[in-house]
């Protein structure tokens, strides 16, 4: 079978690689789904996001993957940069629903 | 204008006082929504609002009160707090359901 990314608390990062951040989501009626960055004493910025009848989508420097079947979202950001440093979280909600439900976040510290 | 302004940046209050937290939008959004969002954790729905009416309450206890006087304007009135309430506040908009959410820089409260 596939395997799935764990969700990890912290995650380091070297300047220049690529960074993969994993969120298991827990609404399989969900469909509609966002990666948001939060810096220390900032509110959420929007990053990526990606509706249920997709299974990629790419930004600059972002792609988000969704697999429906385990229920499981990932960020990858390309080149990671030490401006990338900040909490990720990823968040889901369903059609004609305004409660957007966030996950447990990920700490990413980008290394020089 | 993309912001979501929120009004103080940071609050100190007393278990006895009475304050208010204010958010502000001119993006034209029918919804407006408070989080909150406790150290180290993710942001926590507290209420919704939808074309200027209540449509969400996430069980939140009586001494939070939101308002919403018009469609850019929502506010939170806070009267006899508890220390555990301190936390970071979030006001977040977004222009229909299923779609995403602009966040504030948030209010840092601290109940003393």
């Known amino acids: 079978g596939e395997s799935v990314g764990l969700h990890l608390p912290t995650l380091s990062v070297q300047e220049g690689d690529n960074s993969i951040i994993n969120c298991a989501y827990s609404?399989?009626?969900?469909?509609?789904f966002i990666w948001y960055k939060q810096e220390s004493g900032k509110g959420p910025q929007f990053i990526i996001d990606i509706r249920s009848n997709m299974d990629k989508r790419q930004g600059q420097r972002v792609t988000v993957l969704l697999n429906k079947t385990v229920k499981h979202l990932s960020l990858q950001i390309a080149a990671t940069q030490p401006g990338d440093s900040a909490v990720y979280f990823c968040a889901e909600t369903s059609s004609n629903d305004y409660k957007l439900s966030f996950g447990a976040g990920t700490t990413v510290t980008v290394r020089a | 204008d993309t912001e979501v302004t929120q009004t103080p940046k940071h609050l100190v209050m007393g278990m006895t006082n009475k304050k208010s937290l204010k958010c502000e939008q001119h993006m034209g959004h029918r919804a407006m929504y408070w989080y909150k969002q406790k150290a180290k954790k993710p942001p926590e729905l507290m209420f919704v609002y939808s074309y200027e009416k209540l449509s969400i309450n996430e069980s939140v206890p009586s001494r939070f009160s939101p308002e919403c006087p018009n469609s850019s304007l929502l506010n939170l009135h806070l009267h006899a707090l508890q220390p555990e309430d301190s936390a970071l506040y979030l006001c977040?908009?977004?222009?229909?359901?299923?779609?995403?959410?602009?966040f504030g820089q948030g209010t840092r409260l601290t109940v003393v």
């Open positions: 977040a908009s977004s222009p229909r359901e299923v779609s995403r959410a602009f």
């Open positions: 609404n399989s009626a969900s469909d509609y």
